[in-house]
């Protein structure tokens, strides 16, 4: 039988609530979509190389989203399917939305999944989960326009020291997330072996690319690749 | 050709920051949906775990939440940055899409036309993750009872994956830059994990800003004096 909070969390009216914030997420996308192809070519971006834009990242995104899917299970048989749906389409990641929810429950003194999880402790899971969150929203609402001039300020009008930004930025947010995964060291590690095969193709790519600028699978596929190539080699190291 | 610049700062960034902070601002209200659902259920939070947890729960959300915006905002650009803060999934998701859009079309992350195909990156991504994650919530409990346990485990490899290349990717921008950073970032999260600064919010917040505020920062510097 399916526990009580569950049958709460799965109702109609729960659907009802959760279908807004996440028609607000693609009504955003499409008028912000429509608004850049629109001015791309006015500022020289030819309507190809837009095309050529969302072509890759339509196929860069079919992974990562069914990565998500598969988390999305564990938070579907916790909370139930219109909760973790809303939550992983809007604002939140599988990474955070989880812990919280366990995190509330356990301060209840219940246990998310479980007979003892009771209908208080599963609003306050839903209501952990929407405070935890409205800093990403109204930090962005708030201050993203601010953050050009700040760029701008530390870049000093340097394009080098903006190109240099990002790439720190992207340095070190990374560096941070592959140890995560890759540490304790273990060399039988799966992850450790999906890191190292997607950085060595990565490299390998990148020459390629210098040496063939004009190649259009590697630009467009490129990034999609290695990431299955990590994976692939990763299983094999799962499987041994 | 009209001037670049003018379409770019004089009427594109207006209208995306004056449409893109009414349409975050009316999410914060979206937001609360589900508890208002609850509440017309007449099912009601435990405030006092709420707040027991929220004192727990929000320091660690708030270095999240400040650190995010600033270090992938080269990369997302300010129509991506509200795209990505409204619709989550920022580090796996929408970052590698603007990233794999900007250099699929051949720009640079942060110019100004990367932020064009970085925003039409981000713009493609949410369709397709929102409408994979519809399915996935529809199909769920029948797949969820098919797929083998292994099948997920694998799949959860894509992210190291993914990471790592994204990391090579942004190292061969500066690769000097690349060899001296990632060590530190290595060594700071290994001292983290062996517990030398303890378990605390403080040191679990302090190493991810130390890592990317760091790069940023060590980037910047090294530009102007021409090190890297």
Redesign the interface.
């Known amino acids: 039988m399916q526990l009580e909070y569950l049958t709460t969390a799965n109702s109609m009216i729960m659907w009802i609530a959760c279908i807004p914030a996440v028609l607000l997420v693609l009504f955003q996308a499409f008028i912000f979509l429509k608004r850049t192809w629109a001015t791309g070519p006015r500022m020289g971006v030819p309507v190809e190389k837009m095309k050529e834009a969302a072509k890759s990242s339509l196929i860069a995104s079919i992974g990562p989203s069914i990565v998500v899917v598969s988390g999305m299970f564990s938070l579907l048989a916790s909370v139930g399917g219109p909760l973790s749906w809303m939550r992983l389409a809007y604002i939140g990641s599988v990474m955070y939305e989880l812990p919280t929810a366990e995190r509330a429950a356990m301060f209840c003194g219940s246990t998310l999944g479980t007979d003892n999880m009771t209908e208080a402790a599963f609003a306050t899971a839903a209501w952990l989960m929407t405070i935890g969150c409205l800093g990403w929203i109204i930090i962005s609402a708030l201050f993203t326009d601010k953050m050009e001039v700040l760029r701008d300020k530390i870049a000093g009008g340097s394009m080098d020291a903006v190109a240099a930004l990002t790439a720190g930025g992207g340095i070190g947010g990374f560096a941070y997330m592959v140890a995560m995964r890759c540490i304790p060291f273990n060399p039988m590690s799966s992850n450790l072996w999906a890191v190292l095969a997607s950085a060595v193709f990565t490299v390998w790519l990148n020459l390629y690319m210098k040496k063939n600028p004009t190649a259009k699978w590697a630009q467009q596929f490129g990034m999609t690749i290695s990431m299955f190539i990590g994976m692939a080699v990763g299983a094999i190291a799962l499987f041994i | 050709?009209?001037n670049?610049t003018n379409?770019?700062r004089g009427?594109?960034?207006p209208?995306?920051?004056k449409?893109?902070?009414a349409?975050?601002?009316?999410?914060?209200l979206?937001?609360?949906?589900?508890?208002?659902?609850?509440a017309?259920?007449g099912?009601?939070?435990?405030w006092t775990?709420?707040s027991?947890?929220?004192i727990?729960?929000?320091p660690g959300?708030?270095v999240t939440?400040?650190r995010?915006?600033?270090?992938?905002?080269?990369?997302l650009g300010?129509?991506g940055?509200?795209?990505?803060?409204?619709?989550?999934?920022?580090?796996?998701?929408r970052v590698?899409?603007?990233?794999?859009?900007?250099?699929?079309?051949?720009?640079?992350?942060?110019?100004?036309?990367g932020t064009?195909?970085a925003?039409?990156?981000?713009?493609?991504?949410?369709?397709?993750?929102?409408i994979?994650?519809?399915i996935?919530?529809i199909l769920?409990?029948w797949?969820?009872s098919i797929l083998p346990p292994?099948?997920?485990?694998?799949?959860?490899?894509?992210?190291?994956?993914?990471?790592?290349?994204?990391?090579?990717?942004?190292?061969?921008?500066?690769p000097k830059?690349?060899f001296i950073?990632?060590p530190v970032?290595?060594i700071?999260?290994?001292f983290y994990?062996i517990g030398t600064w303890g378990y605390g919010t403080l040191a679990t917040a302090a190493?991810?800003i130390i890592?990317?505020?760091?790069?940023?920062?060590?980037?910047?510097v090294?530009?102007?004096k021409g090190w890297?």
């Open positions: 050709m009209e670049k379409v770019f009427e594109y960034l209208w995306i920051i449409t893109g902070r349409t975050n601002l009316l999410g914060v979206l937001c609360f949906g589900p508890c208002l659902a609850l017309l259920m099912v009601w939070p435990n775990a709420l027991a947890a929220m727990v729960q929000l959300n708030l939440q400040i995010e915006p600033i270090s992938y905002f080269t990369v300010v129509p940055t509200y795209m990505a803060f409204l619709s989550g999934n920022i580090s796996n998701m590698p899409c603007a990233s794999i859009a900007t250099k699929s079309a051949g720009y640079v992350e942060g110019s100004d036309e064009i195909t925003t039409i990156g981000i713009a493609v991504s949410t369709f397709v993750s929102t994979i994650l519809t996935g919530v769920g409990s797949l969820l292994i099948v997920t485990q694998i799949l959860n490899l894509l992210l190291p994956a993914l990471f790592s290349t994204l990391l090579i990717n942004y190292g061969m921008m500066r830059l690349f950073w990632t970032c290595f700071l999260y290994y994990i190493i991810p890592s990317a505020f760091g790069a940023m920062g060590l980037g910047v090294g530009s102007k890297f």
